[in-house]
């Protein structure tokens, strides 16, 4: 189930409006709805906490491990990290679809793909102008 299929389902379990919804967790509808319909994620971390509270679930539902990597990795390199993040997921459910991958082995693989592209993000670091670089 998708982040947004969740929302939804969550939101409806407890009765509430979209606009309510938004209203607790601190954000106008047109952001929530963003997040229920057009399939977009939270930038920051902290939205992920008060929509697990305000739609009383574990915050781990909503962030799945596909999530917190494009959500780790939009708030580390800006959207063209996030973009990038979002194709390699892309690209590797394609790969899964139909394998005869166990469960395990699928997010070892995962896991192992997230932090090869860390490492080279970091590595690529070097490479890049002062001008555009970031201060820590």
Known sequence: MKFGEKLRYLRKEKKLTQEQVGKIIGVS??????????????????????LAEALDCDINYLLTED?????????????????????????LSGMFAGGELSEHDMDAVMIALQ??????KADNKKYTPKKYLKED
């Open 29 to 50: 509808k047109r952001t929530y709805l963003g997040y229920e319909q057009d399939g977009r994620y939270p930038k920051k971390r902290e939205v992920y906490g008060r």
């Open 67 to 91: 999530e917190e990597f494009i959500t780790s990795a939009a708030e580390q390199y800006g959207s063209r990290g996030k973009r990038q993040a979002e194709e390699l997921v892309a690209e």
């Open 115 to 120: 932090k090869a592209y860390f490492d080279c």
